[in-house]
């Protein structure tokens, strides 16, 4: 089970979750969010990030263009555009040579095939990006194929029984290991990814 562990924003916070297994570590570039970080910053956690464990970029309000070059200029291995952007814009991305990640929610996108914008992995999202907001259990009925990640009020509590139900590939968690909103639990983190590998 791949695990990602999203909205990290201190050395500490990057040390547990990879100490821990996380597959991937996630960097917020979105000003209203609690998770926002400024390139400056997140380009110093990025080189705390030891190999295999991918480092992802997370944004939602910049032009595709703008957030393939901070991604490159931050030292990431992935960009992840979350929302609703369009086939062109991740073309544009792409254009970089950057690594890809299409984030989208049911309510938002019905176009659940991965790779259609020729992203590498579709991350599955609630309504609510990092709201901690749980899916509707009839709705994870509609799942995509291939590399996809479930998303949305998950925490260490829940996420096995998830996996079981739902078969994902991975799996990713933000709010879930928080102690308050923005500030991550660090025996949280490792329960999580336990729990999600089994």
Not at 32 to 54: F, G, K, T, W
Not at 61 to 89: C, F, K, M, W
Not at 121 to 135: C, I, Q
């Amino acid at each position: 089970m791949f695990v990602k562990v999203c909205g990290l924003r201190t050395a500490d916070d990057v040390a547990v979750a990879c100490s821990a297994g996380a597959d991937a570590v996630g960097f917020v570039i979105y000003p209203p969010s609690p998770r926002h970080l400024e390139p400056e910053a997140a380009r110093a956690l990025v080189a705390l990030v030891p190999p295999p464990v991918l480092s992802v970029v997370v944004v939602a309000d910049h032009t595709a263009a703008d957030a393939a070059r901070i991604t490159r200029e931050i030292g990431a291995d992935v960009l992840q555009l979350h929302g609703r952007y369009t086939a062109d814009d991740f073309a544009v991305a792409a254009r970089e040579g950057i690594r890809l990640w299409r984030a989208t929610s049911l309510a938002h996108d019905p176009d659940l095939h991965v790779g259609r914008y020729g992203e590498d992995v579709l991350l599955l999202d609630s309504p609510r990006a990092g709201s901690g907001e749980t899916w509707d259990a009839e709705a994870l009925d509609r799942r995509p194929d291939g590399n996809w990640l479930l998303a949305g009020g998950l925490d260490p509590d829940n996420v096995a029984a998830s996996v079981d139900r739902v078969r994902p590939w991975g799996v990713d968690v933000s709010s879930g290991v928080e102690s308050e909103r923005g500030r991550k639990d660090h025996a949280r983190i490792a329960a999580f990814v336990a729990a999600a590998k089994g």
